[in-house]
């Protein structure tokens, strides 16, 4: 009988055991719930207590031999080593980090069957977000390399990340890298839905100019076009970088083709008054600019460009006028009264933009010449304190 009592002492002992160190997993896991919830609605610092326990509990179930070989232990250590990372300051966390990588690579050797797939998606964001958090630093600090490597290493974990492949391009601009840049970029060309996908498609062609490589920025800027026909942003560097490439009949064509599809569009008029512009037909850009401000008269660019463009031509007829001096004063007096003219044709131009934007140093300049050929000291004085004020 005492032998026998001894047996069954003996056998409860081991099977409490062997209870207890599955029980460790499953406390861990129990744990960890209670923290994600917590960190869910954004407060992981008041769920510490719980990954602290969960980690505890996982420290032992990675010592036994019921527990030691699961995929399941492994990938828990992982994610809650992962999670105290990301609340420990930077020395700690890199050590963190460091244990659950290791744990990671262990989890997957014994995920045979793939039943942790959940769970390794749930580590990849924490260890994305680590490093992701690691680049914001190394931005902050102005360490552009350290945060293109952050930023991109943080991708890895979670592979076509819009916002990681977007910092990552980001900070290999700020770090002039910008093969690396594009890189980034150019896997965004076609992920229209990303937020700010249109900084995206005006940046690549930038940067393919600042490269040196003509070609492919126009190629670029005219995608941007053609995906923001609207954004006046891209419709200009459409516009400058063809007029660069030479590619000026393209430009106006492109222009006249869109303005028929969208007659109502005053920006499309506007740049096609810039592509006049730069082709010296001033002729074609008036009228572009008229008919860009028959659909809106206070369209600020428009009455700008086209009062300049008027206010230029009555400084050429004045020019002219003074340069001839073979002239009688008949004809000097009627050419310098036909500059007069055309000024007072460029004044309700020049006076409106000012009117719809007086903090617009190009409008208050040409308003201020405008003054000064007509020799209006205090008119001319105004316009300065105002823009002295401004710069």
């Known amino acids: 009988m ?7 002492l003996a056998l409860l002992i081991l099977t409490t055991v062997a209870f207890s160190q599955t029980n460790n997993l499953r406390r861990a896991k129990t744990s960890y719930t209670k923290f994600s919830d917590t960190k869910l609605i954004g407060n992981p610092q008041l769920g510490l207590s719980d990954l602290n326990s969960a980690h505890q509990n996982l420290l032992k179930a990675i010592e036994h031999d019921r527990t030691k070989d699961l995929a399941e232990t492994w990938v828990y ?37 793939n039943a942790q797939a959940e769970n390794f998606d749930v580590l990849g964001l924490n260890l994305a977000q680590y490093e992701m958090n690691m680049g914001v630093l190394a931005w902050d600090a102005q360490d552009f390399d350290e945060a293109y490597n952050r930023f991109s290493r943080a991708e890895t974990f979670v592979p076509g990340d819009t916002t990681l492949i977007y910092y990552a391009g980001a900070a290999a601009i700020q770090g002039q890298n910008y093969s690396s840049a594009l890189e980034k970029y150019l896997q965004l060309v076609d992920v229209d839905e990303y937020s700010n996908h249109s900084q995206v498609m005006l940046d690549i062609p930038r940067i393919f100019m600042m490269e040196g490589d003509t070609v492919t920025a126009v190629k670029y800027a005219n995608i941007g076009m053609e995906k923001y026909p609207e954004n006046n942003d891209f419709a ?33 008029y506007y740049y096609l008054g810039l592509a006049y512009s730069a082709m010296d037909d001033e002729v074609g850009a008036e009228e572009a600019y008229r008919k860009s401000l028959s659909i809106d008269s206070n369209y600020e660019d428009a009455n700008i460009n086209l009062g300049g463009l008027i206010l230029n031509q009555g400084i050429d007829q004045w020019n002219l ?46 308003l201020q010449k405008y003054y000064q050929l007509k020799e209006d000291k205090e008119k001319t004085d105004e316009l300065q304190a105002k823009i002295d004020a401004l710069q």
Do not use: H
């Not at 005492?2 to 069954?8: A, E, P, R, T």
């Not at 809650?80 to 963190?96: G, R, Y």
């Not at 393209?250 to 005053?266: H, R, T, W, Y």
């Open 236 to 268: 200009t560097q459409y516009i400058e970088y063809n007029l660069i490439a030479g590619n000026e009949a393209q430009v106006v064509g492109s222009i006249k083709a869109l303005s028929e599809k969208d007659p109502d569009n005053k920006v499309l």
């Open 321 to 366: 006028v003074n340069s001839q001096r073979d002239i009688t004063q008949e004809e000097y007096d009627a050419g310098l009264a036909k500059a007069l003219e055309i000024f007072e044709l460029a004044y309700p131009y020049l006076q409106k933009a000012v009117a719809l934007n007086d903090q617009n140093l190009i409008a208050l300049y040409n």
């Open 2 to 8: 005492k032998l026998k009592s001894i047996l069954s």
């Open 77 to 113: 250590y992982a994610l809650v080593t992962s999670d105290l990372a990301l609340l420990k300051d930077a020395e700690e966390a890199k050590t963190l980090i460091s244990t659950a990588l290791d744990a990671r690579d262990k989890a997957k050797e014994l995920d045979s069957d």
